[in-house]
């Protein structure tokens, strides 16, 4: 596996930092797929193979900055502050749930108003133009804040991802978007969706710098992003990275990838994963022990569990609630006919 | 419009999702006009199985994995539609047909009345709607009623497995854009399909069962619900009748206006919003063309007025159940 040369832009601490995050993000992932299999939970859309580019691209940020991630963005709400306890109140749609009071299906949804996390739309692309208008907003306002926006290779054939980008850069908005490349759109493979795979080409187009990087190699991703989320703050507007990721698993836990790819192709994605890419590098500049790296995982694996069996039993939001949040004024208006 | 063609020979039970399997099929085979687009509907075969197989038999230059884009499914339809073609297009679910609402409403709808009746748009757009999977708010809708609204459209929801399969022969060889409204919760129920090929048509409501009591009109797999319902009234001593409408665009006045004249009550139910709904349209106009014979007002049932909830007990409290339907129709006969 290639080493890097960004190897300067984050400190020794900040990078055990996004190890942590990973491992916290990995953890989430394999409980969820265990708990749906357990028939506990209904469905998980996985993060695993997009750790990397999504933990360096949401540590580029500060903690003014806006979040409007893909569906996918598990480990960016990690790095933004979500816990474990909070993402499994939402799995199991309790009341105390902070991201949607138990209304929006998780793994869709990342909506968190302390953490500046947007909500997100399960409607492909059509969290793009949104993010342009929270940057929009934030040059009317002047309060110096950055969104980072991000999405699939699939998002990008979307009208809205057109719109939203081609705003952002006519204004010079304070926007950082990333397409977390996985080369798929469910079953489609990336040239049944567009000619060019690299979307990043697409930059020069609307006029704003474009950028391709290995998105499992996380200081080469964090030091792309982080150039970028300076631009954006610097008033030199937005920049479109296209982050080469692997899918590691199927597309959600409704679908079985061995339908459209060979065994091959599976075991290959795997040796792309971000995670034991970047204990590789940490553990060959001796800032951190494989062994080490190993009892991280496993005490945030132990969490996880914890964290589930925790929130299984916190209350249900109450049916008579079912109506708030509906209209503004905390009642539901003309609810009823 | 087409009718049935053969009368059904053997029986054989088939799911839903089956049965519109078979219709393209048949239809493929037997026109080399139709061809299919969508997203995953290739390998993949369909996020709901419709279309496994299809792509080996047929091809991917006629059954074609699309990019996620919406409008270019729909407006590659259209266009192709007007030279000739027969598309038939797979929205994922109907949540995502808002994404290509502008090429349905303002181009599909309107062509041929713009062009003066020189062209048509000999396209379906099948996609489930339905809610009850815990999808939550932006994958739970029934939008029936803004595709109701529209002019140029002819609009239709199958209940059963024969329906599916003879609306949707129907649908693809209508001259006219046909929406083919499926339900999510439909593609795994069982019924008899009649063997090879036949049609069933478009525009026309369902006689689900007789009654004296009371006229149950549901919309798509309300329609369902209504006749369990209707089953375990029975026991109470009342006797309803349901009629599955089928058709949304045109509706299908005559056996429901028939109906209400003999029982004097009725109720309509959606699984979507009434409030300007599929029910309120039924209701106004059973309201118009039945006042004198009415025992009683028109009343009707939908889903709770909010953005489907991902929590089970919420989302269970806001999608209309058989037993909601049952007390709706205690109230109407004064039980
Ligand atoms: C408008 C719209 N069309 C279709 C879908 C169904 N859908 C959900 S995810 C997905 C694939 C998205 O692919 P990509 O953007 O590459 O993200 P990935 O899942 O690969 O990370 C599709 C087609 C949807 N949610 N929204
Ligand atoms: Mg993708």
């Known amino acids: ?337 | 419009m087409a009718t049935r063609t053969q009368a059904p020979a053997a029986t054989d039970e088939k799911l839903y999702r089956v049965a519109l399997r078979e219709a393209l099929n048949e239809e493929m085979e037997r026109d080399d006009s139709v061809y299919l687009i969508g997203e995953d509907i290739g390998k993949f075969g369909g996020a709901y199985r419709v279309t496994e197989g299809l792509l080996d038999r047929f091809g991917a230059q006629r059954v074609v994995d699309a990019p996620i884009a919406e409008e270019v499914i729909v407006g590659c339809a259209i266009g192709s539609a007007m030279l000739g073609l027969r598309p038939v297009v797979e929205l994922m679910t109907i949540n995502f047909s808002l994404v290509a609402y502008d090429q349905i409403v303002n181009n599909a709808a309107k062509i041929r009345y713009m062009f003066g009746g020189e062209a048509k748009v000999p396209m379906v757009i099948r996609m489930p709607g339905g809610a009850g999977h815990q999808l939550s708010a932006q994958h739970s809708h029934s939008l029936e009623v803004i595709y109701g609204l529209i002019p140029g459209l002819l609009v239709v929801a199958p209940t059963t497995p024969e329906d599916a399969k003879g609306m949707l022969k129907s649908a693809i060889r209508s001259d006219n854009p046909v929406m083919f409204l499926e339900s999510m919760s439909l593609y795994n129920v069982r019924g008899i399909v009649p063997p090879g090929d036949y049609t069933t048509p478009l525009g026309k409501a369902a006689l689900r069962r007789s009654g004296s009591d009371v006229t149950i009109v549901g919309v798509s797999r309300m329609a369902v619900l209504a006749h369990e319902a209707a089953k375990q009234l029975e026991e109470e001593d009342v006797d309803a009748e349901v009629i599955d409408l089928r058709s949304i665009r045109p509706i299908d006045w005559e056996p429901i206006v028939e109906s209400v004249r003999k029982t004097g009550r009725c109720v309509v139910v959606e699984e979507g919003w009434s409030t300007y709904g599929v029910t309120a349209e039924i209701a106004a106009g059973v309201s118009e063309r039945c006042f004198d014979y009415l025992d009683a007002p028109v009343r009707r049932l939908g889903g709770a007025q909010v953005p489907m909830p991902y929590s089970l007990p919420l989302e269970k409290a806001s999608i209309p159940t058989s037993e909601n339907i049952k007390q709706l129709v205690r109230a109407v006969v004064g039980k």
Request: hydrophobic residues 40%; charged residues 20%.
């Open chain 1, 1 to 337: 596996m290639a080493t890097t040369t960004h190897t300067d832009a984050a400190t020794r601490e900040q990078y055990l930092q996004m190890h942590r995050w990973m491992c916290m993000a990995k953890a989430l992932d394999d409980r969820m797929h265990i708990l749906v299999k357990q028939g506990r939970a209904p469905f998980v859309g996985s993060s695993r193979g997009h750790e990397g580019i999504q933990v360096a691209s949401t540590a580029a940020l500060g903690a003014d900055d806006w979040l409007v991630p893909h569906y996918r963005g598990l480990a960016n709400s990690i790095v933004r502050g979500l816990t474990m306890k909070e993402w499994m109140l939402a799995v199991f749609a309790k009341a105390a749930d902070p991201l949607s009071a138990g209304r929006n299906i998780p793994g869709g949804c990342f909506s968190y108003h302390a953490l500046k996390i947007a909500p997100v739309s399960q409607v492909v692309a059509s969290w793009i133009p949104k993010a342009s208008g929270i940057a929009y907003a934030a040059k009317l306002v002047g309060d110096g804040s950055v969104t980072l926006c991000t999405f699939g290779d699939g998002a990008t054939s979307q009208g809205d991802f057109h719109e939203g980008v081609n705003f952002a850069a006519v204004h010079r908005l304070p926007v950082v978007f990333v397409c977390e490349n996985n080369s798929y759109a469910i079953s489609v493979p990336i040239r049944l969706q567009m000619a060019n795979p690299d979307v990043a080409d697409r930059a020069a187009g609307y006029g704003i710098p474009g950028a391709t990087v290995d998105g499992t190699d996380v200081p080469a991703s964090y030091a792309v992003c982080r150039e970028a989320v300076d631009r954006a703050r610097k008033g030199e507007g937005p920049t479109l990275i296209d982050a080469k990721v692997w899918r590691m698993n199927s597309h959600t836990s409704e679908d079985n990838h061995l339908k459209y790819r060979t065994k091959e192709e599976i075991a290959d994605a795997s040796e792309h994963d971000p995670i034991m890419r970047f204990v590789a590098w940490l553990v060959e500049r001796r800032w951190i022990a494989a062994e080490e790296a190993a009892k991280i995982q496993d005490g945030f694996d132990r969490e996880a569990s914890d964290a589930a069996d925790w929130a299984e039993q916190q209350p249900d939001p109450a049916p008579e609630d079912a109506l708030t949040n509906v209209f503004a004024a905390g009642r539901a208006q003309g609810a009823s006919v």
